[in-house]
């Protein structure tokens, strides 16, 4: 039987057995799928991903915080891990490593296909500037926005982003970066956004970001990448900004996996029933 896992520290917590176990009985594919936890520590990674490859494993998802090592560790990156700096799927055949970043593949088609939410020609922004957001914004950019606005409490941090993208290719006239600070400045934006997304860790603590009421679009989408958490102080900032329609992350979580499977099998399970069933009510 073909082996799976998932791969962190902690990994108690983890849906991606539950996920890709539906995905292989709807889809009729033999297989298994585990959870490991790999031991912190230098070099503690890919010594747990080699016992798993020479136990007969075909491939794994990887989950914090080891998407940097899984990086380092696999021979070849599709373009989506070599942009992020990391990688949340490995494949493996013969002695290469195959490394792809799903997250924001997922994030794009639960935005476009799940809410209804296409982000061609419309204003984006996207809070934070670490590895969430390092992993969404070239699939954000490929789904062709009109402006696409990476915000972080730490100006800096976020323009160094935007600038590495943009020497990779990206368009300097719609991809910017500031700090949160700049949502105060009229004259830079004198328009609300279409899609708020919030990449930053905040909601893990429960913390509030320093957002203005106009920032959102009554008719838009506020969605906040973590998930399982209900009405997060981010989503109820929107909700009290008048955004109709708020989202957590769970539909990403989904999607992502669902690309995993597909790379890994050749077939994409349906996927609507399942965030159904996993989903939290956001109130």
Known sequence: MDRYAVIGHPIGHSKSPTIHRAFAAATG?????EAIEA??????????????????????????????????YATDLAESARCAGAANALKFEGTRCLAENFDGSGLVRDLSHNLGQPLAGRTVLL???????????????????????????????????????????????????????????????????????NAT???LSAEALPLPAHAFKPEGLAYDMVYGKGLTPFLRQAQQAGVRQ???GVGMLVEQAAEAFAWWRGVRPETSALIQRLSVPLN
């Open 39 to 72: 031991p912190l520590g230098a070099g503690q990674f890919a010594a747990t991903v080699e016992r798993f490859r020479a136990g007969g494993g075909r491939g794994v998802n990887v989950t914090l915080p080891f998407k940097l090592d899984a990086c380092a």
């Open 246 to 248: 708020l989202a957590d």
């Open 201 to 203: 860790s905040a909601s």
């Open 127 to 197: 809070l934070g500037a670490g590895g969430a957001s390092r992993g969404a914004i070239l699939p954000l950019l490929r789904a062709q926005p009109a402006q696409l606005w990476v915000l972080n409490r730490n100006a800096a941090k976020a323009e160094a982003l935007v600038r590495e993208f943009v020497a990779l290719g990206a368009d300097a006239a719609v991809l910017h970066g500031g700090g949160f600070e700049a949502l105060a400045q009229p004259q830079r934006f004198a328009q609300s956004f279409d899609l708020v997304l």
């Open 29 to 33: 594919q033999t297989l298994s799928y």
